[in-house]
């Protein structure tokens, strides 16, 4: 699909992939691009830019806390009332933490509401007016840590896998209705979510050696555009991670026995401090 003309709204679009994906959606012609985050004011500046930069006022920036259903359903109605049914919803704010059993639930259900469930909530509302006319596009966004696994953070791996299986489940039921669904599942982009990897310098080169070359997410977000050009039903930031994808099919125990390896360089470089 060319973006070209639509009208799209992306969530997490305060920051990182998500205002650099608006920024190329605007830039890509789109009628009307809706930043919205739960970062209101970060997400009325990458709006302000935006327009900014085109000179007329094509962006505009919401609040909305996807981990809310309500908050979800508001913002598609708005948007619904304001400017018509949306063309392309990108679902792609998301939330990393650092996690394992012994987290607290409150970190798993936020993880489950912003990664998994926010997924859910907007097809939930976004459905009924696209099975009508027919067409509809949705993008969510998972993670590279959704197909393999997401060393150091348990809550993460686990609601970005939820995540793929409920956009592969989207795509199968819905495909020959009009709904085209794309799993954007980004590795290493230098971003503030990252960083919540990285900033335990410690572990930093394990990570940086799992997530791929860490790029900017204006290329990341180049990569989207494509990927939704192709109506690609996964896109990855990091074309090379399909190498490891078949490895983990083809492979599992062997897969699982290369990751240990290192998880324990990470705990070794983390020193008896580490989880
Ligand atoms: N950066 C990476 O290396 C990487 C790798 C794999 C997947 N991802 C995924 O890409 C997506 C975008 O992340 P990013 O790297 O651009 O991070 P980022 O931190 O730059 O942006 C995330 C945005 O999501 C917003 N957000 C968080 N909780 C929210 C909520 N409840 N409601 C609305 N907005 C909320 C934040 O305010 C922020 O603006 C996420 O889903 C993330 O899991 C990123």
């Not at 006022?57 to 109605?77: F, K, N, P, Y």
């Not at 599942?185 to 990252?194: D, E, I, M, N, Y």
Request: aromatic share 6%.
């Amino acid at each position: 699909m060319e973006v070209r003309d639509k009208l799209v709204v992306v969530t997490g679009a305060a920051s990182g992939i998500g205002a650099a994906c608006a920024g190329l959606f605007a830039a890509e012609a789109a009628r009307r691009v809706v930043c919205a985050d739960l970062d209101e004011s970060g997400a009325r500046t990458v709006a302000r830019r935006i327009n900014e930069a085109l000179g007329r006022d094509l962006a505009v920036g919401m609040r909305c806390d996807v981990g809310q259903e309500d908050s979800v359903r508001s913002l598609i109605d708005e948007v619904g009332e304001s400017d018509g049914v949306i063309d392309l919803y990108f679902a792609n704010a998301g939330v990393a933490s650092l996690s394992d059993p012994l987290t607290a639930d409150e970190v798993w259900e936020r993880a489950w509401r912003v990664n998994t469930m926010a997924h859910v909530w907007a097809a939930r509302h976004l459905l009924p007016a696209w099975l009508d006319r027919g067409e509809g596009y949705l993008v969510t966004t998972a993670s590279i840590g959704g197909i393999l696994t997401a060393l150091g953070d348990a809550a993460y791996t686990t609601t970005k896998h939820a995540a793929v299986g409920f956009a592969e489940w989207m795509a199968i039921t819905y495909g020959d209705r009009g709904v085209r669904v794309s799993c954007l599942c980004p590795a290493g982009v230098s971003t503030p979510l990252l960083a919540v990897f990285t900033g335990v310098e410690t572990a930093k080169d394990t990570v940086l050696r799992v997530a791929g070359d860490v790029m900017q997410p204006d290329e990341a977000a180049r990569r989207v555009v494509a990927g939704i050009r192709d109506e690609a039903t996964l896109i990855l930031t990091h074309p090379e991670m399909q190498v490891f994808m078949e490895r983990k099919v083809s492979d599992h125990g062997r897969w699982i026995g290369g990751m240990i390896r290192q998880w324990r360089l990470q705990r070794e470089a983390q020193g008896p401090a580490g989880p």
